[in-house]
């Protein structure tokens, strides 16, 4: 990816979707509207300084970015970030998290640009997977040292160590595998799985979700598992 964007590549775009009962609020974004959340998130150091296509904030997480936004329009821009960010785009995002602030709810963000149906299946299933842990007031989705054993498991979690810059953390990568079987073909794919072995791994996964929180796994079964 180049380091600047043209002028038509920098035109905003971004809108938030109405909420249904119970849903994260989501906030649709352009490819430019992505570019200017990775600078901030990144300048935050909110999502381990990884680039994203979609981010799951928690209501807390939504009010940083807001705050952030804020603070940056009254320094008159985003400066030194890959791209510079004048206050009228600070703007247009500002907008969005001002009407997501208002919930109580998660916020997932979705770019538009690429496969946003993907994005979201991928981001829905990182809520799901925070409901859970939010009603046992657990901090893991499933036993992830456990769950990590299996080998193919050991296999993903391995590409996403080496090829994406994921920390070598059980907990992180049990639920980014988790959210990456959940996505569909594209998420096994990425984790250099056959679809033989992304089916078992799902399996492996949800059998794991239902060992760590019993019936209510089964409430989040469609956002976990496509299968
Ligand atoms: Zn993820």
Aim: glycine share 8%.
């Amino acid at each position: 990816m180049s380091n600047m964007l043209t002028q038509s590549e920098q035109e905003i775009g971004i809108e938030v979707l109405p909420p249904h009962r119970g849903e994260p609020a989501t906030i649709l974004g352009n490819f430019a509207a992505t570019q200017l959340l990775n600078d901030l998130v990144i300048s935050m150091d909110l999502d381990g300084g990884q680039e994203f296509k979609g981010i799951c904030l928690t209501p807390a997480g939504a009010r940083l970015v807001r705050l952030k936004l804020r603070q940056w329009i009254d320094r008159g821009g985003l400066i030194g970030a890959k791209t510079s960010w004048v206050p009228r785009e600070l703007t247009a995002v500002l907008h969005c998290f001002n009407k997501v602030s208002e919930r109580a709810t998660d916020t997932i963000y979705v770019d538009t640009s690429e496969d946003p149906e993907t994005i979201l299946r991928h981001e829905l299933a990182h809520f799901a997977q925070r409901m859970l842990c939010k009603f046992d007031d657990d901090a893991e989705d499933v036993d992830a040292i456990a769950f990590l054993e299996h080998p193919i498991a050991q296999k993903a979690a391995a590409v996403l160590v080496r090829d994406y810059g994921y920390p070598d953390e059980p907990r992180v990568l049990s639920a980014e595998i988790g959210a990456n079987l959940s996505q569909g073909p594209s998420g096994a794919e990425k984790m250099e799985l056959t679809m033989d072995e992304g089916a078992e791994l799902a399996e492996l996964y949800f059998s794991a979700l239902v060992a760590k929180h019993g019936a209510a796994a089964y409430r989040f079964r469609s956002a976990i598992l496509l299968t």
